[in-house]
């Protein structure tokens, strides 16, 4: 679904990525590891448009991706959370996840200024959707809800039903459990392989160990900018360079 061909981005004298290649399979959970600076959040910049790769191709569903602008990059189907969790707070919970499908509400100019009915309509049908989004995460019975009275944890949440709003193919989940405490881990991680379960491919970069060896079919790890392996959680597990560049010896007892 997603190939990095040969992918290099430099900033000046930076080489932040040095020919980086892999490919995210269509209807799983690929995960991309390594330590921090290793380039990881660019690649994901690189995917949504908002950095330009300085050498190489990106290819999702066949189309190269280079040149083509965010708000594309979202329409050819690929989605995305944040590290650092970008919701309307002041807005309630059913109001955010309705604004992640503006791109697929064809209101006209008129419809809203005019209450038309084909506005009302499409409407209830964004809000109507927005609730199942909202149940697929176990937060429909809060949709009335102002987004700052949830827990950092449901917040995140939210992030993600917002992102499934834009009906992805591929969703991007960066660092999707930091700052969770156990219980919220385990409990997005049911959620995780229940989007899965409905179609959707998901690529995430996590630094939670158990979480990313307990969802991932296959991983890549990225080290100073380059992918030094590929493969299973087992094998990745067990590869002497991951061990010594990431996990260490502790991680793999």
Not at 46 to 62: C, D, K, M, P, Y
Not at 189 to 218: P, T, W, Y
Request: with cysteine.
């Amino acid at each position: 679904m997603l190939q990095f061909n040969q992918v290099s981005k430099n900033f000046g004298g930076l080489h932040v990525l040095q020919n980086v290649t892999f490919s995210v399979p269509q209807g799983g959970i690929f995960g991309l590891i390594g330590p921090n600076g290793a380039g990881k959040t660019t690649v994901f910049n690189l995917v949504t448009g908002l950095l330009r790769a300085s050498g190489g191709s990106i290819v999702f569903n066949g189309r190269n991706l280079d040149a083509v602008p965010p708000h594309r990059i979202t329409k050819l189907g690929i989605a995305r959370t944040f590290q650092n969790i970008r919701i309307f707070k002041e807005m309630t919970l059913l109001e955010n996840v309705v604004v992640g499908m503006h791109d697929h509400l064809d209101y006209g100019f008129a419809g809203p200024l005019l209450n038309l009915a084909s506005f009302r309509r499409i409407e209830a049908g964004a809000r109507e959707r927005a609730l199942e989004l909202l149940s697929w995460v176990r937060l429909d019975h809060k949709a009335q809800l102002p987004a700052d009275s949830l827990s950092y944890g449901e917040q995140r949440k939210l992030e993600l039903a917002r992102a499934l709003a834009t009906e992805p193919e591929l969703l991007l989940l960066d660092e999707p459990v930091a700052g969770m405490n156990p219980a919220e881990k385990t409990e997005l991680m049911a959620e995780i392989v229940n989007i899965k379960q409905r179609g959707f491919s998901i690529f995430m970069i996590e630094h939670d160990m158990r979480f990313v060896m307990g969802l991932c079919e296959r991983i890549a790890v990225l080290n100073f900018g380059r992918i030094i392996a590929e493969g299973s959680p087992d094998e990745i597990k067990n590869n002497p360079e991951v061990i010594e560049a990431y996990l260490g010896r502790e991680e793999t007892a």
